[in-house]
């Protein structure tokens, strides 16, 4: 499936929404829940409009992964850039039913490739040991596993330790 990535904008407020209210039980499964009062329409939009601030002011960047039909699949995020380090932190979510077609792949691909700042060398990422995806997904393109916490923690009724991800420009 051919997929683009497009960075946020308020106009796609309420498909992101939708988006979120779509997969948010199999988001649950693998991230800590948002809160129900994310959902409401105007929290959402207020949250929605401290993101595009944060985008405006160069702090993090927050793209939608659309299909060619222009339907969010899923989001990818570089946020907390620290311009003396050189670095940023990655997230991403694929909606449920696109799971397992290389989505997430391809656009984290894309990112790095034409969407990343030029002055980033480091990105930060971090997954946890039960989500055997998302660490396929880093190791892909280009990611090392530096740690493993040592001190597992309960996770929807099971154990987990975060491992922790990184990707440099020199190593690509």
């Known amino acids: 499936m051919?997929?683009?990535?497009?960075?946020?904008?308020?106009?796609?407020?309420?498909?992101?929404?939708?988006?979120?209210l779509r997969n948010r039980v199999f988001f649950e499964e693998t991230v800590p829940a948002r809160g129900d009062e994310y959902y409401i329409p105007?929290?959402?939009?207020?949250?929605?409009?401290?993101?595009?601030?944060?985008?405006?002011?160069?702090i993090s960047r927050f793209y939608l992964i659309k299909d060619k039909e222009h339907s969010i699949v899923g989001r990818i995020n570089v946020v907390d850039y620290e311009e003396n380090l050189k670095s940023c932190h990655l997230g991403y979510r694929i909606g449920e039913k696109h799971t397992g077609k290389g989505m997430a792949s391809k656009a984290l691909a894309l990112l790095v490739e034409s969407h990343l700042d030029p002055n980033i060398e480091i990105i930060q990422a971090k997954t946890t040991t039960n989500n055997i995806a998302s660490q396929k997904v880093l190791e892909k393109n280009g990611f090392e596993k530096v740690v493993t916490t040592g001190e597992?923690?309960?996770?929807?009724?099971q154990k987990a330790n975060f491992i922790y991800y990184t990707w440099t420009k020199e190593q690509q």
Not at 2 to 20: G, N, P, Q, R
Not at 42 to 58: M, P, S, T, V
Request: hydrophobic letters at 45%.
């Open 2 to 20: 051919s997929i683009f990535i497009e960075e946020l904008k308020k106009s796609d407020a309420v498909d992101l929404l939708e988006f979120e």
């Open 42 to 58: 105007e929290i959402f939009n207020k949250r929605l409009d401290a993101l595009l601030e944060e985008q405006l002011q160069g």
């Open 152 to 157: 597992p923690f309960a996770f929807n009724g």
